[in-house]
T-cell receptor, first 118, second 111 residues
């Protein structure tokens, strides 16, 4: 079975450019999460969706970051304009939420996008 | 969310059992205990989870103390591929899906 697919795997761009990261969740999963990992802050949740609707975006660092999920099989995380401090590995994860609680549902992660802003 | 405490690092020899401890003294009665691991240059990988009873799956076993204030992830025979950072995470009942990752335990496996 295909896992969570992220693209690109690596992105190097100059400060000020727009960056778009893409994620395809596991088929049948209805929840999608975007995380960021840096040496200083570790892994932190940015935003998550349930049934394509953003539920909690409290982790999004600032207005330069936006995320969309136009359908159940695709999500994007966009940074505009990008800054060097946005350099990190960005992970997408998906899960199946059957109602009631997330507390016993595992999340499945992609291999991440390594973003470098020069 | 309740806090967990793990050792920063541990070492093991290949083909020997490994016991990775996690303290969670402020756990509440409905918090689930989850373990994830992250191999180098990969995304986190779900390992196992439990509530009160010990749990086994193909990857590992989870032993939960009777008072639930601590738990232990058991790898029965460590392989070189098990070298990773292991995260113990508590998830509150009714949680919104947020995984809060601490620093985890870096496991080194020696041949």
């Amino acid at each position: 079975d295909a896992g969570v697919i992220q693209s690109p795997r690596h992105e190097v761009t100059e400060m000020g450019q727009e960056v778009t990261l893409r994620c395809k969740p596991i088929s049948g999963h209805n929840s999608l999460f975007w995380y960021r990992q840096t040496m200083m802050r570790g892994l932190e949740l940015l935003i998550y969706f349930n049934n394509n609707v953003p539920i909690d975006d409290s982790g999004m660092p600032e207005d330069r970051f936006s995320a969309k999920m136009p359908n159940a099989s695709f999500s994007t995380l966009k940074i505009q304009p990008s800054e060097p401090r946005d350099s990190a590995v960005y992970f997408c994860a998906s899960s199946f939420f059957a109602g009631g609680t997330y507390s016993n549902q595992p999340q499945h992660f992609g291999d991440g996008t390594r973003l470098s802003i020069l | 969310d309740a806090k967990t405490t793990q050792p920063n690092s541990m070492e093991s020899n290949e083909e020997e059992p490994v016991h990775l401890p996690c303290n969670h003294s402020t756990i509440s009665g409905t918090d689930y205990i989850h373990w994830y691991r992250q191999l180098p240059s990969q995304g986190p990988e779900y390992v196992i989870h439990g509530l009160t009873s010990n749990v086994n799956n193909r990857m590992a076993s989870l032993a939960i103390a009777e008072d639930r204030k601590s738990s232990t992830l058991i790898l029965h025979r460590a392989t070189l591929r098990d070298a990773a950072v292991y995260y113990c995470i508590l998830i509150v009942q009714g949680n919104t899906g947020k995984l809060i990752f601490g620093q985890g335990t870096t496991l080194q496996v020696k041949p």
